[in-house]
């Protein structure tokens, strides 16, 4: 069965309520938006790892879904549903940065292949290797351990280990806070005054012996950032 969780952004009732089943029965869970105003606020705050967008929505269209979910969460993979008659509107999705496309009417069978050869592409090119060679050593994801050249060792607890894989997987951008809490902790990030990030990060920062800050980068009013070196 699929863990994953799809994110529908769909305003014809029969046709969302159709790709939720589909999804369902196919294992997925999932999350629905009625129009493009409650799929800005759901896919900014909800967690989940795809999100299926219809282009043209009563309150805010597709594109604007977009704009504003690439502007926070710019790792986050997407399918833009459009009729025949929207290529325009679907070129300047890709353009926006979606993964991909299906054109309506689809077939189920055609969409649960798309999602999931997505879901497959955002994962592979998101696990990191199980070891990570950098200047004072090498990062063992599978011990959870920091192994310095100098024979030194330190360990790594299990949530610092998923934090310093999602700052990788972000591929060099800053990773908000909030990002870090919904992804990271599964909380939800409104309204949350927590040190808890950046204790994580201070911690981390000492195990790598990142004194100067070179590996996990703080970016001034974004968040936090891992150096590839």
């Known amino acids: 069965m699929n863990q994953a969780t799809v994110l529908v952004v ?3 009732d029969a046709v969302r309520r159709g790709i939720v089943d589909a999804l369902q ?5 999932t999350l629905e938006a009625r129009d493009g105003e409650e799929g800005i606020e759901l896919g900014l705050r909800a967690t989940y790892q795809l999100m299926l967008l219809d282009m043209v929505m009563p309150r805010r269209n597709g594109l604007e879904v977009l704009a504003a979910l690439k502007k926070e969460r710019a790792g986050q993979p997407v399918i833009i549903l459009s009729a025949r008659g ?3 509107d679907r070129v300047r999705g890709l353009e926006g940065g979606a993964d991909d496309y299906v054109v309506k009417p689809f077939s189920v069978k055609e969409l649960l292949a798309r999602v999931e050869a997505v879901l497959r592409r955002s994962c592979e090119r998101a696990v ?3 070891e990570l060679s950098f200047t004072m050593g090498v990062i063992d994801f599978s011990t959870s351990k920091v192994r310095f050249h100098d024979g030194k060792n330190a360990e790594l607890s299990a949530k610092e280990v998923e934090l310093l894989r999602y700052l990788m997987r972000a591929a060099g951008r800053a990773v908000s806070r909030e990002e870090l809490l919904r992804h990271v902790w599964r909380l939800d990030a409104r309204g949350m005054e927590t040190r808890t990030i950046d204790m994580h990060i ?7 012996g990142d004194v100067g800050q070179s590996l996990i980068v703080t970016v001034r009013g974004k968040g936090y950032r891992w150096s590839v070196l």
């Open 202 to 208: 201070a911690h981390l920062r000492t195990k790598l």
């Open 10 to 12: 769909e305003d014809d």
């Open 128 to 130: 990191p290797a199980e």
């Open 86 to 88: 929207e290529e325009a």
């Open 25 to 29: 029965c196919s294992g997925y869970q």
